[in-house]
């Protein structure tokens, strides 16, 4: 049930090339910068990387992207990022782009064992292209399909041996639901606690979830900038 591994580095080596990757956080808050650091390092290539967004220019995924280790980015909001900006416009890489409740549905409902799910989100634009649409209340849906990973790195506030976690305001965000749809989920903490000084209702990630843990370091947490209009514009 011991569930510690020393760093990011002691279990990075699982991921192998043309693996399919969660990586939590949403903007530049609960982004596992540890993880994604040993996998820059690593140089592991041919990369699917799901994410809310694709990190700021060297930051975040940002640093995969920048490195050219990934080779498709599913993700919802794209704009704050100028180098996926040149490979997307380029062709230089794969992008599926999905509307972000959807993208979080489908992640979650990998984690409840759902195969597919209708929304009504997206009929009538690209997103309902090939896809089955059905009638519910008069209102048309569209059917997508659940969204599973190789790997889910997460990013939580504090856990302890067994994997149980804790997240902190807005970096709980897309951690969650990833932490229950891969099929290895590695997970870096900022406090790794002793047994039971997480008070069991506080528990937002259940260790059954977790397949290692560790204590990250020299986290740089950058503050998103806000586009802002200048005046007169």
């Known amino acids: ?16 090339e043309g693996a ?8 530049t808050s609960g982004v596992p910068e540890n993880l994604i650091n040993a996998l820059v390092k690593q140089g ?34 794209v704009g ?6 040149k490979l997307a416009l380029n062709n ?4 599926e782009l999905n509307p972000q409740g959807t ?26 292209e090939g896809r089955e649409v059905r009638e519910f209340n008069g209102r048309p849906h569209i059917l997508v399909p659940a969204l599973h990973a190789d790997f889910a ?24 639901v990833m932490a229950t749809a891969a099929d290895y989920t590695i997970v870096e903490v900022e406090e790794l606690v002793e047994l039971g000084q997480i008070e069991p209702d506080h528990v937002h990630t259940p260790g059954v979830f977790v397949k ?15 586009p802002r209009r200048k005046r007169g514009a």
């Open 153 to 176: 790195f997460v990013k939580a506030w504090k856990g302890d041996r067994w994997g149980n976690l804790v997240y902190r305001k807005t970096a709980r965000n897309f951690n969650p």
């Open 92 to 95: 230089e890489i794969e992008v």
């Open 20 to 27: 399919t990757i969660f990586v939590g956080g949403f903007g």
């Open 212 to 226: 290692a843990i560790f204590q990250g370091t020299q986290y740089k947490k950058p503050i998103e900038p806000s």
């Open 44 to 77: 592991t290539k041919n990369l699917t990387v799901a994410s809310n967004n694709p990190g700021l220019d060297g930051f975040g995924v940002g640093q995969l992207l920048e490195a050219g280790l990934v080779k498709k980015l599913i993700a919802s909001y």
């Open 80 to 85: 704050a990022n100028k180098y996926f900006e």
């Open 1 to 16: 049930m011991d569930k510690r591994v020393a760093n990011a580095e002691a279990v990075i080596g699982r991921v192998t």
């Open 103 to 128: 993208l979080a549905e489908r992640m979650r409902a990998a984690g409840a064992g759902i195969p597919a799910f209708f929304t009504p989100t997206g009929y009538g634009t690209l997103v309902a």
